[in-house]
């Protein structure tokens, strides 16, 4: 019934995108006249919409010129000009929405015109990306434009000092990941005098790969944590005897969850084994906490797909990258729990001293605005949560890669055999193939059936981190094979 009365009415995003046109119309009459400036009359362009800005124009009133000013510092400067439906996606963009746009259509270049735009308030624009890598390659491709009509821009990674950070965000446009602007949030919030935060008052985000960060990772929280009283004893104990515990009859387990408990007859178990009355006791609390924390590291936590055990330490691989993170620890005893069950020093316990999650903390921006190949799903969970609409552009051209639907077999089994079989197949004909995989056992799987098979091929995961230059240089050459931790 829905999609009958979608058609009727037609779809919203598609009204939507042809009221825009009548914009890029007016954008592509400026062109002409903005083509025959000079540098510094274009350049010029910036004060001159700043003062426009302070006489009491809105940033809708001067968009057609700011975004023609955009296309042709950018055929100048970057030598690409914005095709007419990275027009639209950049006023998608400037209106606080998301724009979904296939891959390979220039979501980095449509980011510059809302950038652009909104940096002349001088409130400050966060372009915020995924790691370190595209957000450095970011700010310093685009950054070329911007500064060729006069704006400043900073980088935020991981490693910067007060003064270097300060500098960054007090720039006009400033790059960096989710992880470090929600960091230096918590950072601001703990300090004494407010001439020590970095931050300015959260203005206007633009979220690169914005599926990821505001849908998959959105509850993840991102935690300020200082030395904890807890004693460590209590966690080797516990490996001991949680292992003695059955599956299914001594704890149970909530997949969707990710909870686990221990049943009736699996306290009577630990109770005994540890020669205690009443683990519910007021004074066996903190042991309680920890039979759960030991519980979740025997049966929920899996070396070499959670974590990896690298130089006797315990170290987490990202569920979303694959890769590792070094320098970040469980919280609630669970970090400690692993390391007492792999038989590793178990580092002193921390406390939480701040925290939020991504979800929340890009709710506090003024206005907030993502790009993705992949959105139109997740579409109602942007709507409710963020209050944002996701719109579809069209490609510059018509798409000729295969969408193909998914396949879906009865066991892993059934399909890992048709994977290693079409890989065999286009491997012979000399097509290049990139096997996604969830998780590093699943990749060294997949690795060993292919092996069998006869089919050279290499493996990306947070085990071969050293590599991935090199690995990901050669996946497109012709009969290359790579299996990839997503």
């Not at 009727?8 to 825009?20: C, H, P, V």
């Not at 057609?64 to 000013?69: D, G, Q, R």
């Not at 519980?295 to 006797?312: N, P, S």
């Not at 060294?444 to 092996?451: G, I, P, T, V």
Request: net charge neutral; charged share 25%.
């Amino acid at each position: 019934m829905f999609d009958f009365i979608q058609r009727l009415i037609g779809n919203n995003s598609a009204r939507e995108i042809k009221k825009m046109r009548t914009i890029v119309d007016e954008i592509n009459g400026l062109e002409p006249s903005f083509s025959s400036l000079s540098d510094s009359s274009l350049a010029a362009k910036t004060q001159e919409f700043k003062k426009r800005l302070a006489d009491g124009e809105t940033l809708d009133d001067i968009l057609p010129e700011a975004f023609a000013v955009v296309r042709e510092a950018s055929k100048r400067v970057l030598g690409m000009r914005h095709f007419d439906v990275q027009l639209i996606g950049g006023i998608t963009l400037h209106r606080g929405n998301i724009a979904e746009m296939r891959t390979g259509e220039g979501k980095t270049l449509v980011a510059t015109l809302p950038v652009y735009l909104n940096a002349l308030t001088g409130k400050g624009v966060h372009v915020v990306t995924v790691n370190d890598y595209l957000a450095k390659r970011d700010s310093e491709w685009m950054g070329k434009l911007y500064r060729a009509l006069g704006l400043s821009v900073g980088l935020i990674v991981a490693n910067l000092d007060y003064n270097q950070r300060k500098l960054a965000y007090a720039s006009d446009i400033t790059y960096g990941t989710n992880n470090e602007f929600g960091f230096d949030y918590l950072r601001d919030n703990m300090v004494i005098h407010a001439e020590q935060m970095v931050q300015r008052p959260l203005n206007y985000a633009i979220v690169d790969e914005v599926d990821s960060i505001l849908i998959d990772e959105s509850r993840t929280p991102l935690i300020i944590s200082g030395p904890g009283e807890r004693s460590t004893d209590s966690y080797y104990t516990l490996a001991k005897v949680v292992p003695q515990l059955v599956a299914g009859e001594d704890y149970t387990i909530d997949e969707k969850q990710k909870t686990i408990a221990p049943t009736e007859s699996g306290i009577a178990k630990v109770e005994k084994m540890l020669k205690i009355e009443n683990l519910y006791d007021s004074a066996n609390l903190e042991l309680n906490h920890l039979l759960n924390a030991s519980l979740r590291a025997y049966a929920m936590m899996h070396r070499d797909k959670d974590y990896v055990v690298k130089d006797g330490q315990v170290v987490i691989v990202d569920e979303f990258t694959g890769r590792l993170m070094f320098g970040r620890r469980y919280s609630d005893g669970l970090h400690q729990a692993i390391e007492a069950k792999e038989g590793l020093k178990v580092e002193r316990e921390s406390q939480t001293l701040a925290s939020i999650t991504f979800q929340n903390y890009f709710r506090m921006y003024d206005k907030l605005a993502g790009m993705t190949g992949t959105a139109k799903t997740e579409e109602q969970e942007f709507n409710n949560i963020y209050g944002l609409e996701v719109y579809e552009i069209p490609p510059n051209r018509p798409l000729l890669r295969k969408d193909l639907p998914d396949l879906i077999f009865k066991t892993k089994k059934a399909k890992y055999k048709a994977v290693v079989k079409d890989v065999v197949e286009r491997h012979k004909k000399g097509q290049p193939v990139l096997v996604g995989t969830t998780s590093i056992t699943q990749s060294e799987q997949l690795s060993d059936m292919l092996l069998k098979s006869g089919v050279p091929h290499n493996v990306l995961n947070a085990k071969h981190h050293e590599k991935e230059a090199e690995i990901v240089a050669n996946a497109g050459q012709r009969g290359m094979v790579t299996i990839a931790t997503n």
